[in-house]
């Protein structure tokens, strides 16, 4: 005889099973927090990721400016709630500073444990700007090419840096930017943007962009 309360139970236990099995993602991410001297190649084998899949969950950074506490994506990674707790703890007592070595003789600067070649140094004053339509002429979120602007795009006057230029900006302050040095790109052009003179993008809203000021920064012109 069959027991019908015995199926009706194996039914629901099924059913449970299946709904707790669908809520759980099976290829969940996690965060990686950075340290000084990492890189995407590197995080790439720590993390068993190829290392294209790596690049693209983390299309917004520029693969010059890992520093440390930077929040990294790892896809596929599940991040459990306890590794969760350690990472932030591990942020916690980062600093972000770049430790910044420069070698004039040489031509050279090191940053972030990355060496990088230089033809000459600068001298500039900055100022900063963000997304907001009333900073970009109407025009969008896009520099002079037409690009989303991002993190390491520079507006400058190209008969001083021409456009296309990698160079190193040290000595800025600000909470949105990585201390002490990043790698940015002259991939705009701005009306007051003459002479020694740049506009360095920052994301985040106007009136904490505005807090930049006017600052007196150097700027490492990368070969």
Do not use: C
């Not at 996690?30 to 969950?57: C, I, M, P, R």
């Amino acid at each position: 005889m069959i027991n019908k309360k015995r199926i009706a139970k194996t039914a629901i236990a099924l059913m449970t099973t299946a709904m707790l099995i669908q809520a759980v993602p099976a290829h969940a991410d996690s965060v990686h927090v950075a340290k000084e001297g990492d890189t995407f190649y590197t995080l790439s084998k720590q993390y068993g990721v190829a290392l294209n899949t790596l690049v693209k969950a983390n299309n917004d950074i520029s693969s010059y400016n890992i520093y440390g506490g930077l929040k990294i994506t790892i896809p596929g990674k599940k991040n459990t709630v306890a590794a969760a707790a350690a990472e932030t703890k591990t942020q916690a007592k980062m600093v972000t500073t770049a430790s910044l070595d420069v070698k004039a003789d040489d031509k050279v600067v090191s940053a972030w444990g990355k060496t990088f070649d230089y033809s000459k140094a600068v001298n500039v004053k900055a100022t900063a700007y963000s997304a907001d339509p009333s900073e970009n002429g109407g025009w969008g979120a896009v520099d002079y090419f037409g690009n989303d602007l991002e993190l390491g795009t520079i507006a400058v006057d190209p008969s001083i840096i021409p456009l296309g230029t990698k160079v190193l900006v040290t000595g800025h302050s600000h909470p949105g930017l990585p201390k002490q040095a990043f790698v940015a790109t002259a991939r705009d052009v701005g009306g007051a943007i003459k002479g020694h003179r740049i506009d360095i993008f920052i994301p985040g809203s106007k009136q904490s962009v505005s807090t930049f000021g006017f600052q007196d920064i150097e700027l490492y012109i990368l070969k």
